[in-house]
């Protein structure tokens, strides 16, 4: 495992985006799993700003989005959907964008996920995925407790993501769902290549459980310890717990 710490967020922004667009230059045809969320926002703002400046282009690109909110559209500006076209998709051309869609019925889920899941698999499987890590450990919406073989599908929120991720809903005055779609662990971990990104003091306790305690389902984000392509990239503030410094 490759843990490469950078001073701040802003720094954080800027290695993850040119991790992202090195690898792009190298595989135009690539196919990446995307975040949403406060620190990968840092990454979006570096990639939209390297592609004004003529040096990050993805035409070729497909990309999959990790997770949605149950019940929520692009219509909706807490939806992931809404997030990715006003931080990214906007400025930057894919080839094919693709977010769980929130507002499936529920007798129609299951069916769902299984397309999405092939979706996946057809455009020859997710070459680079960029993960946050949620205070709880979770990666998507794989909440503690989700199994390490579980794939695409209707997840329940824990107490403590609802209540990290509620700001947006209270600003809003809007009731904050609390069931998601989410890919899933076995689904992340087929990836060929995940970056995890970690940044400021809230997740230094839960980053060094993930890396440095037991593989526990847990600790969702635990089971990158056994990933054979694995970067974390932390600020300093994230990576202050870590008993294993550097790479
Ligand atoms: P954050 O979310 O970047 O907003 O802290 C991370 C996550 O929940 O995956």
């Keep these: ?34 975040p949403t969320g406060n620190t990968p926002l840092l990454m ?28 929520l559209s692009l219509r909706d500006r807490q939806s992931y959907a809404y997030f990715m076209k006003n931080m990214f998709f906007k400025y930057v051309e894919v080839l094919e964008s693709h977010i769980p869609n929130g507002l499936i019925p529920k007798e129609k889920v299951e069916e769902y996920c299984g397309s999405y899941e092939r979706l996946i698999a057809a455009s020859g499987g997710l070459d680079i995925t960029v993960l946050g890590i949620g205070g709880d450990g979770h990666i998507a919406f794989n909440e503690p407790g989700s199994s390490f073989s579980s794939r695409t599908r209707l997840v329940e929120l824990s107490a403590q993501t609802i209540k990290d991720n509620s700001e947006p809903f209270i600003k809003a005055k809007k009731k904050m769902p609390t069931l998601a779609i989410t890919m899933g662990i076995a689904t992340i971990m087929e990836s060929r290549t995940i ?7 809230s997740k230094a306790d839960i980053l060094k459980r993930a890396l440095e305690g037991p593989v526990t389902e847990d600790v969702p984000a635990s089971i990158l310890q ?14 202050s717990k870590l008993a294993k410094k550097g790479r």
């Design 1 to 34: 495992m490759r843990i490469d710490i950078v001073k701040n967020k802003i720094e954080l922004g800027r290695a993850s985006a040119n991790f992202v667009s090195e690898a792009v230059a190298k595989k135009p045809r690539m196919v990446l799993g995307l």
């Design 44 to 71: 979006y703002k570096d990639l939209v700003h390297l592609h004004k400046n003529g040096l990050f282009d993805a035409p070729q690109v497909t990309t999959f989005n990790l997770d949605e909110y149950y019940g």
């Design 195 to 201: 970056m995890l990104l970690a940044s400021r003091k």
């Design 226 to 239: 056994t990933h054979k392509n694995v970067i974390i990239i932390a600020d300093e503030e994230a990576a």
